[in-house]
């Protein structure tokens, strides 16, 4: 490539100099960010990302200095700029996004000021100016209504807005880099989907070049074309998204990938895979290999041999891994002592809900009593029941009334209204002060952040022993500290940690400490709070993993409260969507998973970032952000974010709350819409094929699974896929079946999910419920008959669902399809391949022809929503 | 005898403080040994501003000690012909003895008078911020716990206390004539107790730490009847002891007794500095009773007092260590500017402000009587603040 690199980061290595000594940050990191081009980093909290960052900005603090290698910007060595040629450089050609967007925000200045500053400073525009481009800023990061924005301070915007705001600042000077640190992981995740996508287009409209720094994997996938993996202070792989993330060459990505719950992860068969150990402190990294002590495939004087450089990968474009032995490993390997276990069924309700309200009311002036209550309602007659050894999930993003609804269940707050039943008891009134120790230890809580569930200034055994002599368990002290030794052993925790202050532990040691003491009374129900969200990747299947061996043994209910839907689905067997203190939707995970859906649900699906290269996503961003509590909008809770509101007649979503309606198998919807537009939703996730991947799995697998296990998960998921999908309906299916025939056509089937040993099934049991979704053949009837049939099965079914258009030749004056809104000049291209040139083709489609294009385009019913066919027939009158 | 120079003068108050150095020195040197199991004492080793500051505060603490073995002459003894004389004159008639920082107007030794000033320093500044904070604390984690109404309440009343004039207060509450308000209430034999405003506030104040014990151990040891019969036993016959003989004078074993001017003083402090106390508490209890572990605590069914004398005040310590140091800097300072206003302990007393006061009257002509003290007092109030600020910079470190 002819064209100098943007950021070209060579050997960069940065020390912190603090009383102790030197502790190096970062160690011989190189990246090239190219023009136009997004690089990810990746890593877990600790692994100097960060710092990377802030080196690029040579903005450090007194105590942090670069001693070793070179960042070029532009060709030019950023080290031997003067002071004020890297204050020009900073917020003109280098902008930063930080992860709070209220701290990057001056709280006293206007929004107006605030942005005008950047213009006038770095442009040395005038007044006026900067306020127009300021002002069109706001219009390019899509915040409605921009003049009131330009005139409202930072705490009148939502923190959706305020990083939308930020994101404008930093793009007002048109930077050629742009430095985005963990953007979205203070945002909502519906919030997050939007500013990812405004990200995505920003950085193609302008141009420009992009670091994006997340500990999130999926993240990373939507937004970057090259990923570095970071650990313990060094780059460890670097290459494509692609590559990286289907063929990686480093044990510790490959680790990552496995301890995240990807849609084919199952709690039962394949579970996940935790990387043991812990991230090492930065004075006590080992000497080789950092990841060494916690690889599978350490092998000593090989990987503690010396300092490890960057291996090229072969084959691979930009490929390089910073481990030894990557060329002898088995990458498709397993690690051993993953084991399956048998699902287990739940048992009689333990926990009833029925009609719980909760309202609280707002005093306006507390001191003198007086001025007008309002009413927050933070419940809104929830109902739903838990069984025995059942995992409930309740999902909702912030200020959905999820910790409400866990304090109405622990008794730190009394419901309004409706009953809560635990086994024969009623619980709704009787607040925790009132309540027997066998209905407290009866209903336990998991909380969320690790670093505060602990009390800093007892020991850990202390903290445990407590619980115990509340629950009156055990008569001596000795006792007690026997049951507490074996509550740690039960947490998988070393006894000597009995003594230990909560601030000599790592997060998921805290977190594990969080768990025993949950366990402690042997409770019934186990409400957990989000327990692993604030915890690095790795240590979170760690977590997860224990959670559910110990609720497995102890048969107990957990309801598991999460904003995540990727955990929601590998770990739970019901879930149940809140918005705003109502529950919109609740059913079987896989009712949840799949169409019908309740439409904010549908969003949340689509919202959630996912590590995987096969998944294929409709992308549906929310407008706007959740309302408030204390002023929600009428009707439906969810009308004002609601893509379906206009096909509901009558205004109805406005007006009416709409009714529980109970579908198949107890799926419950709060939803006006009718049944035939519910039947038409199609799935958000689905999977893409993929040949490569396919071949080379495949025969891995067979080689490191039985044969005897093979065949049981293959039958297994072969009923899966057969049984439950059915209920869901076949217009959705037939339309995935097309949208999906264009792999299958390639022929990839035949090798991908049609092998003897029901490998590939084995691995991901969803392969076959996909192939069945795909309604190519029957999973079972193609594991028989091998190569050639399938693919001519799928091509005679092709062509009976949706209806390739006509084509002709290139006529001597093309229309321009350009101006159909919603076509691009890549899009024009692809039908113009198709042999579609003129507005008149286009308008003689009917629904079976735009099916098949919106196939070829992948682009889920893009065309009927922008309404191609009749925007095509006025610009063919108006010829 | 010749009158010595200046580095007699300095050689001679060196030798004199030798007790001093000896002990600091034991201190420091075993403290620095096991630095590392100290806690955050031990860290403070490892900051200069906070070493320097501890050790002198520990020169007086020990100063205080020692002040009788250190003290040449008897603070209150005068030696004619000494009266106002520079420092390092001879004393007449006896070999070898000198009043190293001169004579007063009384002809007393001022380097002797400092020496014992430390003493009502120590004695009274530290116990009187302490008896500030179990008032603050006592009164601030209920109201910060609970908020409502009995916050409403109890922060107006602080705020009023806060808004009156600190000196007018003490103006008020320290002059002996208040000694003679109310009413005769009490008379057992040659015992007596008047409703005075100092009695009835000592009676009230000096309630709070057995309250506070009582409480701590009750709210905890509950669920182990044994021990906490021990601990409340023990809590209620010492703290029956100390408040008959402090709030009462009353001690049958005659340990336990204050000098009603010092008492007057004492609660008057007491009575001052508790309300900034409870602020201070009831904001930090507001800032932890809403992180995760109070809510464990709630949810395994912990009464309110266990959760916050247990689960909140233990990590509220960091800020409140600071304020102590702090506020004994200022109690300080406080005592001084009372003794300088002749306010609350009695004319001949040692302590430095009014030594300080004494020395002012003359202080055109003789200034060497008024110096010492008044370096003593801003050399204890710079160590604590030192101190305090080491103590914040080692906690925030965690």
């Known amino acids: 490539m002819a064209e100098t690199p943007i950021l070209e980061i060579e050997n960069l290595s940065i020390s912190f100099f603090v009383r102790a000594g030197e502790i190096p940050a970062v160690m011989d990191f190189s990246c090239k960010v190219m023009p136009g081009e997004a690089m990810g980093i990746v890593g877990e909290s600790g692994c100097g990302k960060s710092t990377v960052a802030l080196g690029i900005m040579r903005d450090m603090g007194n105590r942090g200095k670069i001693v070793g290698g070179t960042i070029k910007f532009k060709g030019r060595d950023m080290g031997e700029m003067s002071e004020a040629e890297l204050r020009d450089l900073r917020g003109s050609q280098i902008a930063m996004i930080y992860q709070e967007p209220m701290a990057s925000l001056n709280p006293a200045m206007k929004i107006s000021k605030q942005l005008m500053e950047v213009p006038i400073i770095h442009d040395g525009a005038t007044k006026e100016e900067a306020y127009q481009r300021s002002r069109d800023m706001l219009e390019a990061v899509r915040l409605p209504d921009p003049d009131r924005m330009m005139d409202s301070y930072p705490h009148q915007l939502s923190g959706g807005q305020q990083q939308r705001v930020v994101i404008a600042m930093a793009l007002l000077s048109k930077p050629a880099l742009l430095l985005l640190d963990e953007p979205t992981t203070a945002l909502d995740v519906t919030v997050e989907a939007g500013i990812v996508e405004l990200v995505k287009d920003l950085g193609k409209k302008f141009g420009t070049s992009m670091l994006f720094i997340s500990h999130n994997l999926g993240l990373i996938l939507e937004t970057c074309d090259r990923i570095t993996v970071m650990y313990s202070g060094e780059a460890v792989e670097a290459g494509q998204v692609d590559d990286v993330f289907d063929r990686m060459r480093h044990p510790y990505t490959q680790g990552l990938f496995r301890s995240i719950p990807l849609p084919g992860a199952d709690k039962n068969s394949r579970p996940l895979i935790a990387i043991p150990g812990q991230l090492p402190l930065p004075h006590e990294r080992p000497r080789g290999c950092n990841f060494g002590p916690r690889c599978h495939h350490f092998v000593d004087s090989v990987c503690n041999e010396r300092e490890i450089p960057m291996h090229t990968v072969k084959g691979h474009k930009n490929h390089t891994s910073r481990c030894e032995r990557f060329d002898e490993l088995d990458w498709d390997a397993l690690p051993e002592g993953v084991h399956a276990t048998e699902p287990v069924e739940p048992g009689d309700v333990v926990l009833r809900m029925d009609s719980v309200k909760k309202y609280y009311s707002v005093a306006a002036n507390q001191m003198f009593g007086g001025g007008e209550t309002r009413t927050v309602k933070a419940n809104e007659t929830i109902s739903f029941d838990a069984r025995e050894s059942e995992t409930v999930a309740i999902v909702g993003e912030s200020g959905c009334g999820k910790s409400t609804l866990a304090k109405m269940l622990l008794g730190l707050e009394t419901a309004t209204a409706g009953t809560i039943s635990l086994g024969n008891r009623n619980i709704e009134s009787v607040d925790i002060e009132h309540r027997d120790t066998e209905t407290i230890s009866a209903i336990q809580m998991v909380f969320q952040n690790p670093f505060d569930t602990l009390n800093p200034s007892q020991t850990v055994g202390s903290q445990i022993v407590r619980t115990l002599e509340m629950f009156k368990i055990g008569n001596t002290p000795g006792e007690r500290r026997q049951t507490m030794l074996e509550l740690l052993d039960m947490v998988k925790l070393p006894r000597a940690f009995e003594n230990r202050m909560p601030r000599q532990l790592s997060g998921g040691q805290k977190q594990r400490i969080g768990v025993a003491r949950c366990f402690a009374g042997r409770p019934k129900v186990v409400v957990a709070d989000e327990p692993v969200s604030a915890l690095d990747v790795s240590v979170q299947a760690a977590v997860t993993e224990l959670l559910m061996d110990i609720q497995r043994e102890a048969k107990t209910t957990m309801l598991f409260i999460s904003h995540d839907l990727s955990v929601v689905r590998y770990i739970a067997d019901r879930v149940v969507v809140m918005y705003l203190g109502h529950i919109v939707e609740q059913g079987s995970t896989d009712q949840i998973f799949s169409p019908p859906y309740h439409p904010y649900t549908e969003a949340l699906l689509s919202a959630i970032p996912i590590a995987d290269t096969s998944v294929q996503k409709k992308h549906i961003v929310l407008e706007g952000d959740i309302p408030s509590a204390m002023n929600p909008p009428s009707g439906c809770p969810f009308q004002t974010r609601c893509r379906f509101k206009d096909q509901v007649p009558n205004r109805l979503c406005e007006t009416e709350v709409p009714p529980v309606r109970h579908m198949k198998g107890g799926h419950q919807l709060k939803c006006h819409l009718a049944d035939s537009i519910l039947a038409e939703m199609e799935p958000v996730i689905s999977f893409e094929a993929k040949p490569k991947k396919a071949e080379r799995k495949a025969p891995a697998k067979a080689k490191s699974s039985t044969a005897g296990r093979a065949k049981k998960t293959a039958t297994k998921a072969a009923t899966k896929g057969t049984t439950k999908r059915a209920s869901s309906t076949s217009a959705a299916k037939a339309k995935t079946a097309s949208a999906k025939s264009e792999a299958v056509r390639v022929g990839d089937a035949a090798v991908g999910f049609v092998d003897p040993n029901a490998g590939t099934a084995a691995k991901r049991p969803s392969k076959a419920e996909l192939a069945k979704r795909k309604g190519a053949v029957d999973t079972t009837s193609r594991g028989k008959s091998k190569s050639k049939a399938p693919s001519g099965a799928a091509a005679s079914k092709t062509a009976s669902d949706g209806v390739r258009p006509k084509a002709v030749a290139k006529p001597e004056n093309p229309d321009d399809l350009k101006k159909i809104s919603g076509v691009g000049p890549k899009i024009e291209g692809i039908l113009h391949d198709l042999g579609i040139y003129t507005y008149a083709q286009v308008a003689s489609w009917k629904k079976a022809e735009c099916d098949w294009v919106d196939d070829r385009l992948k682009f889920k019913g893009r065309i009927q929503r922008e309404d191609w066919v009749s925007q095509a027939k006025k610009l063919a009158k108006g010829k | ?398």
Not at chain 2, 64 to 93: L, R, W, Y
Not at chain 2, 96 to 118: C, E, P, T
Not at chain 2, 200 to 211: D, G, K, R, S, T
Not at chain 2, 236 to 259: E, Q, R
């Open chain 2, 1 to 398: 005898m010749e009158p010595l120079g200046f580095f007699g003068i300095a050689g001679h108050v060196i030798l004199l403080f030798w007790p001093v150095w000896i002990a600091m020195a034991i201190v420091l040197g075993i403290s620095y040994m096991f630095r590392a199991n100290l806690g955050l004492y031990g860290k403070l080793y490892g900051s200069t501003p906070g070493i320097i500051g501890f050790s002198i505060v520990l020169f007086w603490f020990m100063t205080a000690i020692f002040a009788d073995a250190i003290a040449p002459f008897d603070e209150i003894s005068q030696i004619s012909g000494m009266k106002n004389k520079v420092p390092g004159t001879p004393v007449p008639e006896m070999e070898g003895a000198y009043y190293l920082f001169g004579g007063d107007n009384l002809a007393r030794d001022v380097f002797s008078r400092m020496v014992k000033g430390s003493q009502t320093v120590f004695v009274i500044a530290p116990a009187a911020t302490l008896f500030a904070f179990m008032v603050g604390v006592t009164l601030g984690l209920p109201a910060g716990f609970f908020t409502g109404r009995l916050d409403t309440v109890l922060s107006f009343v602080a705020n009023l206390v806060l808004a009156f004039p600190v000196i007018l207060l003490f103006y008020l509450l320290v002059t002996p004539e208040i000694r003679n308000t109310g009413y005769e209430l009490l008379r057992f034999g040659d015992f007596s107790w008047q409703s005075s405003i100092p009695n009835v506030l000592a009676a009230i104040l000096f309630l709070f730490p057995i309250v506070f014990l009582l409480v701590l151990f009750q709210s905890k040891f509950y669920t182990r009847p044994e021990l906490r019969n021990i601990l409340v036993g023990v809590t209620l016959v010492i703290g029956t002891w100390y408040y008959l003989g402090f709030a009462f004078n009353a001690d049958p074993l005659g340990v336990f007794a204050m000098d009603p001017n010092k008492l007057n003083i004492f609660v008057a402090v007491v009575f001052v500095n508790s309300p900034t106390v409870f602020r201070i508490v009831r904001g930090l209890v507001m800032d932890i009773k809403t992180r995760d572990y109070v809510a464990a605590a709630q949810t395994r069914g912990e009464g309110p007092w266990y959760i916050m004398l247990w689960e909140i005040l233990p990590n509220a310590r960091g800020p409140l260590i600071v304020d102590f140091c702090l506020r004994i800097g200022y109690t300080t300072i406080l005592l001084g500017t009372l003794g300088f206003f002749g306010l609350g302990l009695s004319p001949e007393s040692a302590d430095w402000g009014s030594t300080i006061n004494e020395g002012r009257k003359l202080l055109s002509i003789y200034p060497h009587p008024a110096i010492p003290p008044a370096l003593a007092l801003m050399s204890l109030v710079l160590g604590l603040n030192l101190l305090a600020d080491g103590l914040r910079e080692e906690s925030l470190k965690d």
